[in-house]
């Protein structure tokens, strides 16, 4: 990818955007882009050579690979979230594994120790990385929490809610939700089976408040939805 494209999309990525010109250009020349299809494995690196990864465009599953029956889904990321070795401590991660959920997913990527001297050499933006890696912390501790709290079905909702409002267009009286997620990705998301994912929609599509097919989850009532 040309130098001038990766210049233009770190220039609009909120952790970098706030970089001089000139430290921005030298930042691009480090960094690689990519594009990745669904459903290939987008690695971290090798050991002390990690990689961090920016998401540019596109979808991104984050597995947890440990040897469990079911697969686990930790994390399911929108641009622009960020992912890899987010401790910067060039620990490969063996029980974690990255995939793209849509066509044509673009990917910045950065090797560790390029990105730490980014960071040392412009420390006006450690604090927003700090902020953006505590953000994600938060996130998964929510999410340990309505394992234990919630019962499956609440799970489901409150997933799609938050589906809703980060990745939802409102069209008329509806939300419209690209459904790039299958049935066992939500049921590994919310840590319960395919078969109660799809018994629990269509309990939600029988009681009118979504409709739902391969492309598209239509979420009828968005005020029952906030």
Not at 24 to 40: D, F, N, P
Not at 169 to 178: A, E, M, Q, R, S
Not at 182 to 210: C, K, P, Y
Request: with cysteine.
């Amino acid at each position: 990818m040309s130098e001038e494209m990766k210049y233009f999309y770190l220039k609009n990525h909120p952790l970098l955007n706030s970089l001089p010109e000139q430290k921005l250009i030298a930042a691009s020349a480090l960094a690689k882009m990519k594009t990745v299809y669904r459903g290939e494995v987008i690695g971290y690196g090798e050991p002390g050579y990690t990689k961090i990864h920016f998401l540019v465009k596109g979808k991104v599953k984050i597995t947890d690979t440990s040897g469990m029956e079911n697969e686990l889904v930790k994390d399911i990321l929108t641009e622009p979230d960020i992912f890899g070795d987010l401790g910067l401590d060039g620990q490969l991660k063996t029980d974690e594994c990255a995939e793209a959920l849509t066509a044509n997913t673009v990917i910045c990527s950065f090797y560790v120790g390029d990105f730490k001297r980014i960071l040392e050499e412009n420390p006006q933006i450690v604090l927003s990385y700090a902020k953006k890696v505590n953000s994600k912390l938060q996130r998964l501790e929510n999410r340990h929490a309505d394992l234990i709290f919630l019962d499956t079905k609440d799970r489901l909702i409150r997933f799609i809610k938050h589906w809703a409002r980060t990745d939802g267009n409102h069209t008329g009286d509806k939300i419209i939700l690209n459904n790039y997620l299958t049935h066992s990705d939500i049921a590994g998301f919310i840590a319960t089976s395919r078969q109660s994912v799809n018994m629990l929609l269509n309990e939600l599509r029988s009681s009118d408040l979504l409709c739902y097919n391969r492309k598209c989850i239509e979420l009828n009532n968005p005020v029952a939805w906030n």
